[in-house]
């Protein structure tokens, strides 16, 4: 059996609690200050009636969770498209007959020409795959 582990917030509220949320609106019928007043978040805190009330529209009867969708968190994508990668490696190399041209360099020719954000890492990544070594 496959185990989920998520990182949640301190004022969020657990599994339970959550559960404690659907069943109390769902079939109790209770306002959503009732409902703040008897679960506790993470924190050993009562929750906001907003929380609860998100809380309740983001459960999903499917899963039987409440899914997490990290958008905005700051990471970047770090999978490159085919006509991207070839797209990096023909800029490197009309780059570095000019200039040095390093990873950070290609990133923000990328962003500003194509319009994607990567991380530098993957750029790296996708060099050395693709046989490209940096000197020391």
């Not at 109390?24 to 703040?36: D, G, L, N, Y």
């Not at 983001?58 to 039987?64: D, E, P, V």
């Not at 970047?76 to 041209?101: D, E, F, G, M, V």
């Amino acid at each position: 059996m496959p185990l989920i582990s998520e990182q949640v917030h301190p004022l969020s509220l657990d599994f339970e609690n959550q559960r404690k949320v659907v069943i109390r609106r769902s079939h109790f019928k209770e306002a959503w200050s009732t409902i703040a007043g008897k679960v506790k978040n993470l924190a050993g805190d009562s929750p906001s009636d907003k929380l609860v009330a998100r809380v309740y529209k983001t459960f999903s009867k499917k899963a039987g969770r409440r899914r997490y969708k990290y958008k905005r968190c700051g990471r970047r994508p770090w999978k490159l498209t085919k006509p991207i990668q070839q797209w990096l490696i023909r800029t490197l190399r009309n780059a570095r007959r000019s200039s040095i041209c390093t990873s950070t360099t290609l990133q923000q020719k990328l962003a500003k020409v194509k319009g994607i954000q990567v991380e530098a890492s993957a750029i790296r990544r996708l060099l050395c795959r693709k046989g490209y070594h940096w000197l020391l």
